[in-house]
């Protein structure tokens, strides 16, 4: 690659700075055992990841306004803001994602609640009373449960059907009028997952002509070319991983990622890819609705229990009582787990669609495509 550095105020120190710090971040995130990948923490340690990067890409591109007009950059540009506008709908299905996800946390609960429960007896001696009222009641929550686990790749229902955008709700009766088509108005770039959605079709949408810049387009833009090339593969990476973790309509991780491994960041997304995919292929997580970590610990320790009290007799006798109680204590620790990660991963993909929201009307008011404020 030629000399970047024209005083034009970025160069090719700064470029492969941008590109190092995101090989590092990513390999980072690679770097975890295989029971922390794809766990609660480690999907929002994602999303840190992203949005640093993506603070820093903005930051850039703000610091280089007369260059963003000019082609072949302009064209870059507005192409990598139709792919982050493709991934608020991804954005919106995660939110549903994790709905989906406390709606078997209120299962596990009945769960807990009806195996788990104590009564103190005349004596005052802790005795467990266990009777059938509370092992049906189980065992109904278990089967809810061990429906909503399963993919069901046939299903056209979607998980969720609110119109909703992260706390906004549709007021107006209206909602396709032409303020909707306004680039910058927020409830025209994502709103609601329809029926027809495809996770997969919107991820293949997002990589969509996603290639590498030729020699002669880094040069006119001073390396800004390969600067937008390399943040629209980590969007895409990003988005990819989300829906791996979450279940979400339509999944399929069938996405081809065009990158050499000449770049300094490819070869840690990529080994991060593999490593997600080989966990995709593990015989007890393919029939699952998502990879998430926590998922995988929910379906087993569901089955588990849905075995045991489908074999239980009454009077229970206490070798049985203590298995179950063993077993219950196990789904406590990972209701608990649930119960600690999901609020702060939905705060984070809330902040997330934001950011997408805000960088790209900010960088389509500098190409000069902004809306008109109201």
Known sequence: MESLNNGSGFNEVELESFQRQIADRFQDLGSVSSDELLSLPWVRKLLDVFLSCEEEFRGILVNNKGRLMKPPLDRL??????????????????????????????????VICALGHRNVNKNNTNKRILGEGQVRRARKALSELAVGLVDDKDSSQPLALRNRSFG??????????????????????????????????QLQAIGSNLVSPRANEITATNGLAMLVFTMGNVLLFVMWALVAAIPCQDRGLQVHFYMS???????????????????????????????????????????????????????????????????????????????AGLEPLEKKVRELFHRIVHSRTEGLDCLGRGHNSE
């Open 77 to 110: 540009i507005a192409d990598f803001y139709e792919r982050s506008v493709k991934s608020l709908d991804v954005c919106n299905a995660i939110r549903d994602g994790l709905d989906q996800i406390k709606q078997w946390q209120k299962l596990m609960e009945i």
């Open 168 to 201: 906004r709700n549709n007021n107006s009766s209206n909602s396709q009028s032409k303020d909707q088509h306004r680039l910058g108005y927020f409830r025209s770039l994502s709103w609601n997952v329809s029926r027809s959605w495809s996770a997969a079709k």
């Open 261 to 339: 491994r000449q770049f300094p960041w490819a070869a840690s997304i990529l080994s991060l890819h593999d490593k997600i995919m080989e966990e995709s292929r593990k015989k007890d997580r393919k029939s699952t609705s998502g990879f998430l970590m926590e998922i995988y610990q929910i379906d087993k320790c569901s089955r588990s229990l849905s075995e045991l009290t489908g074999s239980v007799q009454f009077p229970i006798s206490e070798e049985k009582e203590r298995e179950l109680r063993q077993r219950v204590q196990e789904m406590g620790q990972v209701y608990e787990a649930v119960t």
